[in-house]
T-cell receptor, first 114, second 113 residues
Framework: GENVEQHPSTLSVQEGDSAVIKCTYS??????FPWYKQELGKGPQLIID?????GEKKDQRIAVTLNKTAKHFSLHITETQPEDSAVYFC?????????????FGQGTELSVKP | DGGITQSPKYLFRKEGQNVTLSCEQN?????MYWYRQDPGQGLRLIYY???????QKGDIAEGYSVSREKKESFPLTVTSAQKNPTAFYLC????????????FGPGTRLTVT
């Protein structure tokens, strides 16, 4: 089945620096790739997503890039702020796109130091 | 306010007891999902439902049961057969026939002793 690998598992940056989190997926038929932010003790919140017919998408300080050939996608956060500190999850649709199912990466704990 | 509610936020049970976690949504979404999250881990799918009166097992369904009698509600029962039930449980919903964005509830932290 589909497998999503996420790296790094932890990431520490200085406030104002950029942060990049990478995910690889195994199923070339995957066509939807969301990113979620989870703060401590809360449910994940969708922050940005990209579909397979697009190579890049931006929303203010966050952007996602997709390389379908290499089967990887990345989250880029620029000008990081302490409130960006959270766990970030990537996800991809599984093989045969079973309804709305998503396969999640293991998560990246981002720490932004003031 | 549209959204997904889960109750209670914290739940404590003794080993051997069944417990039911509530999930309600007023987003008019057809599909609903239950995930389990262990410390430092990703999200693992327990059950999902794309339509009322129908649901499918996810990757870790053993020891859990669900029902979908109403579009708005998707309760999860953690049975005594679940060997390690202590975890953070998350409910989500989306429009049917993905891929569509999944929206998550605030979660229920279940502790079984």
């Amino acid at each position: 089945g589909e497998n999503v690998e996420q790296h790094p598992s932890t990431l520490s940056v200085q406030e104002g620096d950029s942060a990049v989190i990478k995910c690889t997926y195994s199923d070339s038929a995957s066509n939807y790739f969301p990113w979620y932010k989870q703060e401590l003790g809360k449910g994940p919140q969708l922050i940005i997503d990209i579909r397979s017919n697009v190579g890049e998408k931006k929303d203010q300080r966050i952007a996602v890039t997709l390389n379908k050939t290499a089967k990887h996608f990345s989250l880029h956060i620029t000008e990081t702020q302490p409130e960006d500190s959270a766990v970030y999850f990537c996800a991809a649709t599984p093989i045969y796109n079973q309804g709305g199912k998503l396969i999640f990466g293991q998560g990246t704990e981002l720490s932004v130091k003031p | 306010d549209g959204g997904i509610t889960q109750s209670p936020k914290y739940l404590f049970r003794k080993e051997g007891q069944n417990v039911t976690l509530s999930c309600e949504q007023n987003l008019n979404h057809d599909a609903m999902y239950w995930y389990r999250q262990d410390p430092g881990q990703g999200l693992r799918l327990i059950y999902y439902s794309q339509i009322v009166n129908d649901f499918q097992k996810g990757d870790i369904a053993e020891g859990y049961s669900v029902s979908r009698e109403k579009k708005e509600s998707f309760p999860l029962t953690v049975t005594s057969a679940q060997k390690n039930p202590t975890a953070f449980y998350l409910c989500a919903s989306s429009l049917d026939r993905g891929p569509y964005e999944q929206y998550f509830g605030p979660g229920t932290r279940l502790t079984v002793t």
